[in-house]
């Protein structure tokens, strides 16, 4: 079983919304940074957006800023990823990661996933 489980993936029309959530699974990470990747089919994977442990600290890929926002629930252990005015560009399978080199970033070294979950925009 893998640590992290995402949800709330789906289908949306272009300039709709969607929150991702992401939760630990038998352990827990509240020390930890997080982040969300994405992979479009025949695409390598990318950063999306990453959140330092202590949620003080965020960081956003260009193609994401200003849409996207990425936040923690530290007593609940889960990491969300709001998505505003969706493209059909953002159309991948989203991934949750955690890492714990806690000040996070796009390139912290993220060594536990979970499993992704599929996001499709309409246009």
């Known amino acids: 079983q893998l640590p992290l489980v995402e949800s709330g993936g789906g289908l949306v029309q272009a300039g709709g919304s969607l929150r991702l959530s992401c939760a630990s699974s038998?352990?827990?990470?509240?020390?930890?940074?997080w982040a969300w990747f994405r992979q479009a089919p025949g695409n390598e994977r990318e950063f999306s957006a990453a959140?330092?442990?202590?949620?003080?600290?965020?960081y956003y890929a260009d193609s994401v800023k200003g849409r996207f926002t990425i936040s923690r629930d530290s007593a609940k252990d889960t990491v969300y990823l709001q998505m505003n005015s969706l493209k059909p560009e953002d159309t991948a399978v989203y991934y949750c990661?955690?890492?714990?080199w806690g000040s996070g970033g796009p390139t912290t070294k993220y060594t536990y996933w979970g499993q992704g979950t599929q996001v499709t925009v309409s246009s």
């Open positions: 959140i330092s442990w202590s949620g003080a600290n965020t």
């Open positions: 990661a955690a890492s714990p």
């Open positions: 038998g352990r827990t990470f509240s020390n930890y940074a």
